[in-house]
């Protein structure tokens, strides 16, 4: 009882800790302080609305299909290859435009996932009237981001000043079905002097998943079913992200770009993989959940993890075996909840002012540019970044439905 008493007394201390933290996100910032259930602009037909969702998620195995099978085809039918290889080919690199409709169209995903969000019509006035060059950095990435379609129909929505380039891996540029719905949403190479270009010289603000490869594998479905499975994460677990992103904090200070963290609730409850990677050192899963789960000693499994990590890092992309209902691309519906944190200024100065100055080109405003960030710098701004995401998912999880998860 002792014992008890003591666990609950550190709960609750650990619980004030929290509720007396300044929030990651306010309405003085056009953040609603509770959740928002967005509603699309017009009823659609649930069987409309899955077939997008599954379409999206089928296409990141569609893509590569597409490309193989000319090779399979040609001990068969070597004429008819050589045209499904044309085709493949056309398909692959033929020139593809944004395509604001379909970034409406994406307001499907709503129904599909019950998505919330906290961001209000206030928000979008705010960039607007400022008109500062922003990131929206969104964890986690997920196995597959199906988020990212979700954040263009919610800008296309609510927040229209706020939408900008989207950052995606080259490999996806090339794959047939999926490059054209990545550049139907503005998305484009995640390549340094690319994102440059449309940050400093088009004035486009950037959507970027930090996370990257190391969120993938990091993903692991939540189920709700408790059998005894190896691979059930129990409630109260950890969720892991890699949010200490150097790359990203040198192009903040190096573009005087504003940024917005971002958590989404669900996103890597939508898919399995088949092979994850437990991340090391202190941003680990706790020994209790790897106790609960059986995972002690390294099985073939973790190996095979292992591999395709390294080798979708050494491609420059995400290289992993995934599957939800049924063991196919159709995923398992969350809730979705999309959270957005005050923005954080990458210089600030005396009295927490900041000096506003014009972008390289165009109207947008930005804060002091630093050519050549210092290690001091970079790393200043990754604590009130990585502080940020962590307030900003204790301010939400409880209402979002994670009351008893932690964030590492």
């Known amino acids: 009882p002792a014992a008890a008493a003591a666990a609950a007394a550190a709960a609750a201390a650990a619980?004030?800790?929290?509720?007396?933290?300044?929030?990651?996100?306010?309405?003085?910032?056009?953040?609603?302080?509770?959740?928002?259930?967005?509603?699309?602009?017009?009823?659609?037909?649930?069987?409309?609305?899955?077939?997008?969702?599954?379409?999206?998620?089928?296409?990141?195995?569609?893509?590569?299909?597409?490309?193989?099978?000319?090779?399979?085809?040609?001990?068969?039918?070597?004429?008819?290859?050589?045209?499904?290889?044309?085709?493949?080919?056309?398909?692959?690199?033929?020139?593809?435009?944004?395509?604001?409709?379909?970034?409406?169209?994406?307001?499907?995903?709503?129904?599909?996932?019950?998505?919330?969000?906290?961001?209000?019509?206030?928000?979008?006035?705010?960039?607007?009237?400022?008109?500062?060059?922003?990131?929206?950095?969104?964890?986690?990435?997920?196995?597959?981001?199906?988020?990212?379609?979700?954040?263009?129909?919610?800008?296309d929505q609510v927040l229209p000043h706020l939408y900008g380039y989207g950052c995606t891996t080259d490999g996806a540029l090339v794959l047939p079905v999926l490059r054209h719905l990545l550049y139907f949403i503005a998305a484009g190479s995640a390549k340094k002097e690319k994102?440059?270009?449309?940050?400093?010289?088009?004035?486009?603000?950037?959507?970027?998943?930090?996370?990257?490869?190391?969120?993938?594998?990091?993903?692991?479905?939540?189920?709700?079913?408790?059998?005894?499975?190896?691979h059930n994460i129990p409630s109260g677990t950890t969720q892991t992200i890699k949010a200490r992103r150097y790359g990203l904090m040198k192009l903040a200070l190096e573009t005087g770009a504003i940024i917005y963290p971002s958590f989404v609730f669900g996103a890597s409850d939508m898919l399995d993989q088949l092979a994850h990677v437990e991340e090391k050192g202190p941003s680990s899963v706790s020994k209790e959940d790897e106790d609960r789960s059986g995972n002690n000693n390294a099985t073939i499994i973790d190996r095979i993890g292992n591999v395709m990590e390294s080798l979708s890092r050494k491609v420059g992309g995400g290289l992993t075996l995934f599957y939800g209902k049924y063991y196919l691309p159709v995923p398992y519906n969350p809730r979705l909840t999309?959270?957005?944190?005050?923005?954080?200024?990458?210089v600030i100065g005396k009295d927490d002012t900041?000096?506003?100055?014009?972008?390289?080109?165009?109207?947008?405003?930005?804060c002091v540019r630093v050519e050549n960030p210092t290690k001091e710098q970079v790393e200043e701004l990754m604590d009130r970044y990585t502080d940020s995401l962590h307030r900003l998912f204790e301010q939400y999880k409880v209402e979002a439905g994670y009351p008893d998860d932690t964030l590492r």
Not at 131 to 153: E, T, Y
Not at 195 to 219: C, D, H, K, R, Y
Not at 354 to 366: C, D, S
């Open 15 to 155: 619980k004030q800790q929290h509720t007396t933290k300044k929030p990651a996100a306010t309405a003085e910032h056009g953040l609603s302080p509770t959740l928002i259930r967005a509603r699309a602009d017009r009823e659609h037909s649930p069987i409309v609305a899955w077939a997008l969702v599954i379409l999206c998620t089928a296409s990141f195995y569609i893509g590569p299909l597409i490309l193989l099978s000319p090779f399979a085809l040609y001990p068969f039918h070597p004429r008819a290859a050589g045209t499904v290889l044309c085709a493949a080919v056309f398909l692959a690199i033929h020139p593809v435009s944004p395509w604001p409709r379909f970034r409406k169209t994406c307001q499907l995903f709503y129904g599909v996932f019950d998505f919330h969000h906290n961001m209000t019509p206030r928000l979008d006035e705010l960039s607007r009237e400022e008109n500062r060059l922003s990131i929206i950095a969104m964890h986690p990435h997920a196995i597959i981001p199906l988020h990212g379609f979700v954040w263009g129909a919610i800008c």
């Open 195 to 230: 994102i440059l270009a449309e940050m400093q010289t088009n004035g486009q603000n950037l959507f970027i998943l930090p996370g990257g490869v190391a969120e993938i594998f990091l993903s692991r479905r939540r189920r709700i079913e408790h059998d005894g499975s190896t």
């Open 338 to 346: 999309m959270v957005l944190g005050d923005p954080i200024y990458p």
């Open 354 to 366: 900041t000096i506003t100055m014009r972008n390289l080109h165009g109207e947008k405003r930005t």
